[in-house]
């Protein structure tokens, strides 16, 4: 047959296998188009109904908060005074996530007292670490409460490093004194609080600092990715608190509201143009999909046997 | 609003590089593409620049210059001076004693990150996963479920190996599963992200513009 010929004979009526994934296409497009409209109707519905209820912008009920329990329990249980070392080891790009929460642990660790000491073992942790630094230091807590030990290289060796030396040559202050009496490493403090985000966070932690001081206890705050690997952490005990959902970090802000004023929440309008934005971009890229969907995934190429 | 800008004159232009520069970037979703590139070679220059600085600052001067121009008696220190030369791409190191400091390194990053891994996550793990004598049955099923779809997962990896038509099924069953864990893992991500488009937004709008305070 020509090729004249094949154009000409089949285009008079689509064959039964186009037909079905015309169809298949608009099944779809129909339940995209039927998503959209859900989930404008409940972003409306948060945002009017919201503010009656709970008196912030753009509220749900939360099921469950177990997460800031146990991170409120691990906090309650340091003795008066403590030692706590705060593992600034985020992410520049992801912090905005976990900043109201590691905000809102840094204040309620001070309002019990404790005093804190900064180290970083990534380089965008301590470009944060010397941000946060300057917050409190701003915000009228005093220089004897704070304690910056700088940035330490060599990532999982630095922090081996840690555990017998976390004080940097030539550092000298009440508190600095009270680390070297306690014998100079990481197994002064009574606590750690990782914030993580990054390639190096909690999962190495644990893995470097956790085996070699597994009574020193360990709490991480985490952007909302990184929880599916940090949960397992928790379950074992290797952690003693988890702040991993915004869910949870907002339970924790919650929780603290009273004694740490927290960051302002974004305003419902802030709330419904991020929404938008993301509705529009998503909807974009699954629109671009759905012929690709509709006409069949690519098959994964089983290895020969 | 986050505490981080500053008040004042300071604060009022970081505030503006930072909005005009979030709309640096975004402008790539209307294709506009010169903005979003030139934004992109800020952030990878200011990042190089902020490194050489803070290795400078916070490591080879207090940790190795010092200490020699002191005149330490510390001999690694000295061999110290060899990776350092090496990374600095000095062209006068013989390659073979350059190698030497480069595959110390890479062995050791590797060492200490093998080990913690196994120390750290795989033998606590897999002790967290053992079945103890005692427990509830909804943590004996959960248990059973977890080794389960660990063993069928696993079972999905098994290529080239000979296979039964059992075995073929586990593996294709394994094989919707470990794309479930990827599929809930990416909605993790998505939500995470959703949270910073929605600071950026706040950002934008409140801190910025002065709106919806």
Known sequence: MTEAAEDATPAAAPSPDRQGRSGGRRRLGGLLALGWVGLLLLIAAAILVGPASSGSALAVANPDRSAADGVTATLGNLPQSSLVLVAMDADLGTYPEIRPATHAVMADLLSRGATLGFVSVSVEGRALAVAELDRLRSAGVSADRLLDLGFVSGAEAGMVRLVDAALRPGMSSPMAALIAQRGGGIGAFDCIVVVGGGDIGPRSWVEQVGTRLPAVPMVAIAPTFAQPELAPYLRSGQLSGLLATTRDDAAYVDRTRPAAPADRSPSALAMLAGMMIALLVLGRQLLAAVPRLASGAPAVAEPEE | ?213
Request: glycine share 12%; charged share 10%; aromatic share 6%.
């Open chain 2, 1 to 213: 609003m986050n505490g981080l800008i500053p008040e004042g004159m300071a604060g009022t232009i970081a505030t503006w590089v930072a909005a005009l520069v979030t709309i640096a970037v975004w402008a790539y979703l209307v294709g506009e593409r010169r903005l979003f590139r030139l934004a992109q070679h800020l952030l990878a220059g200011l990042a190089t620049g902020y490194l050489v600085l803070l290795a400078v600052r916070e490591v080879l001067l207090p940790r190795l210059v010092d200490p020699i121009l002191a005149g330490t008696s510390n001999v690694l220190l000295w061999a110290a001076l060899l990776p350092v030369a090496a990374m600095i791409g000095a062209a006068w190191l013989p390659r073979r004693v350059a190698a030497i400091p480069i595959a110390v390194l890479v062995a050791a990053t590797a060492a200490f990150a093998l080990g913690g891994a196994v120390a750290g996550t795989l033998m606590p793990q897999l002790g967290a996963a053992l079945v103890a004598p005692g427990q509830s049955p909804a943590a004996l099923i959960g248990a059973a479920t977890s080794a389960l779809i660990t063993i069928l997962v696993l079972l999905a990896f098994l290529h080239g190996a000979p296979r039964t038509r059992l075995v073929a099924a586990c593996a294709g069953v394994g094989r919707w599963l470990l794309i479930g864990g990827i599929g809930g893992w990416l909605g993790f991500l998505l939500v995470s992200r959703l949270g910073l488009l929605v600071d950026r937004v706040a950002f934008l709008l409140n801190g910025w513009l002065g709106l919806g305070r």
